[in-house]
């Protein structure tokens, strides 16, 4: 199956220049979500992983269904101000201006292993931020998956060079 089939290019979208992938249209398509939820999990079967994180938002869909593939436990990393309880928060760079993603600070224990799972890898600066995150709880990060790669960009060689290893299910060409 060609996943990048199930994946809608929407120019301009949420400014002008941005081509924004939008998995929506994967999601809606019983086969092609399966599909990629196989695909992200294939990786990591029956490797121990005691929790997978997902970002917020389309990383809560797409981690929800491979932690309970994987028989793991789900962890939000969320904008800042959605958790209730006590937080960790790392700020991170945007091309312009900053912004800060939390966890709980008790959502993961020392040494637990966490795969970290969003639908796209772009810049990785929020994939950076979220295993900054992880590692500042303590966590063994032991890898980041994302349905779709925008290699042009460098998020994906930016996560390997803090030794987390990169799967990806689909790759553009560009931004
Ligand atoms: P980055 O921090 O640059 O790797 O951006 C990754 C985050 O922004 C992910 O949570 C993506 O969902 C979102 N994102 C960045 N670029 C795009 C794009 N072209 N289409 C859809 N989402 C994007």
């Known amino acids: 199956m060609d996943l990048s089939a199930h994946i809608r290019s929407i120019p301009d979208y949420p400014k002008p220049g941005i081509l924004f992938r939008d998995i929506t249209t994967l999601l809606a398509d019983a086969r092609a979500f399966r599909r990629a939820v196989d695909e992200l999990v294939q990786p990591f079967a029956g490797r121990r992983i005691a929790k997978v994180a997902g970002i917020e938002a389309r990383g809560f869909i797409l981690g929800g269904a491979v932690a309970h593939q994987l028989s793991a436990g789900f962890l939000p990393v969320r904008k800042k ?39 796209l890898i772009a810049t990785g600066g929020t994939a950076e931020a979220a295993i900054t995150l992880l590692r500042r709880a303590n966590a063994d990060v032991v890898g980041a998956a994302f349905v779709i790669d925008l290699p042009d960009l460098g998020g994906s060689k930016r996560i390997e060079a803090m030794n987390v290893p990169v799967q990806s299910l689909v790759s553009f060409p560009g931004h």
């Open 81 to 119: 101000g959605k958790l209730p309880a006590e937080t960790l928060r790392q700020t991170y760079a945007l091309e312009y201006g900053t912004d800060e993603v939390e966890i709980h600070a008790d959502a993961v224990a020392p040494g637990e292993t966490v795969l970290l799972i969003d639908d």
